[in-house]
T-cell receptor, first 114, second 113 residues
Framework: DVKVTQSSRYLVKRTGEKVFLECVQD?????MFWYRQDPGLGLRLIYF???????EKGDIPEGYSVSREKKERFSLILESASTNQTSMYLC?????????????FGQGTRLTVV | SQQGEEDPQALSIQEGENATMNCSYK?????LQWYRQNSGRGLVHLIL?????REKHSGRLRVTLDTSKKSSSLLITASRAADTASYFC?????????????FGKGTLLTVNP
C-alpha cells in the first residue's frame, strides 16, 4: 500500500517560531502537495512539487516555503509562525500521468500557534 | 481562489436513500476526481473521470461530467450510515499547470440510520 507519512499528528508552536512540517512517501511519486484545511474553506493548496528541487506556488503560498531535496520528502516551512496559520495541514503525493491519477494523503498535522 | 465549489454544503438523508452532490469549476481541466474524508482523517480517493468522459461508475458511485457547463455530480446510491463523511471534488490541469490539484470546499453528508 502507498504510504504518505506526516511527521506529527499534533503540534503546538509559539508565534514567531520557525516550523517544519515533514512529509515522506514511499511509492516513488513525482508529485507532492501541501494543503491546509480550515472549517468552511475546504482544502487550499499552499505549494506543490512535480520533481526534486522543483516547486510551484499554490493558491495561498504567503507565509510558507517548501523544500524538496529528495524525491520521497517534501517539507513545509513556516518562516515565522503566526496565529492565523493555526490549521490542519495535509500532505499528498501522486504519479505523473497525463490522464490523471489519484492522490494519496497523509493523516494530517494539526498545528496550533499560540 | 478555489477551482471547485461543491453544492450543497451539507446534506442529511436516511439510510437507503440516494445522495447527490454537485461540483462546479471555473477553468478547463484534464481530469476531475472525487474524494471522501471521514472526520479528522486524511482524504481517500473515490473515482476519477477524464475530461473526455461523460459518466463513470464504481460500485454504488456514479459520476457525471459536463465540460460545457464546467460541472460534475456524484451520486451515491442506497446510502449507508458508513457513507457519512465529507466529499470533495478535485481538478487538475487548471491554472496552466498539469500537476496542480485543487479542491473545493466539500459537501458534508450525514446518513441517518
Amino acid at each position: 500500500d502507498v504510504k504518505v507519512t506526516q511527521s506529527s499528528r499534533y503540534l503546538v508552536k509559539r508565534t514567531g517560531e520557525k516550523v517544519f512540517l515533514e512529509c515522506v512517501q514511499d511509492m516513488d511519486h513525482e508529485n507532492m502537495f501541501w494543503y491546509r484545511q480550515d472549517p468552511g474553506l475546504g482544502l487550499r493548496l499552499i505549494y506543490f512539487s512535480y520533481d526534486v528541487k522543483m516547486k510551484e506556488k499554490g493558491d495561498i503560498p504567503e507565509g510558507y516555503s517548501v523544500s524538496r531535496e529528495k524525491k520521497e520528502r517534501f517539507s513545509l516551512i513556516l518562516e515565522s509562525a503566526s496565529t492565523n496559520q493555526t490549521s490542519m495541514y495535509l500532505c499528498a503525493s501522486s504519479r505523473h500521468m497525463v490522464w490523471g491519477t489519484e492522490a494519496f494523503f497523509g493523516q494530517g498535522t494539526r498545528l496550533t500557534v499560540v | 481562489s478555489q477551482q471547485g465549489e461543491e453544492d450543497p454544503q451539507a446534506l442529511s438523508i436516511q439510510e437507503g436513500e440516494n445522495a447527490t452532490m454537485n461540483c462546479s469549476y471555473k477553468t478547463s481541466i484534464n481530469n476531475l476526481q472525487w474524494y471522501r474524508q471521514n472526520s479528522g482523517r486524511g482524504l481517500v480517493h473515490l473515482i476519477l473521470i477524464r475530461s473526455n468522459e461523460r459518466e463513470k461508475h464504481s460500485g454504488r458511485l456514479r459520476v457525471t461530467l459536463d465540460t460545457s457547463k464546467k460541472s460534475s455530480s456524484l451520486l451515491i446510491t442506497a446510502s449507508r450510515a458508513a457513507d457519512t463523511a465529507s466529499y470533495f471534488c478535485a481538478t487538475d490541469g487548471s491554472g496552466g499547470s498539469n500537476y496542480k490539484l485543487t479542491f473545493g470546499k466539500g459537501t458534508l453528508l450525514t446518513v441517518n440510520p
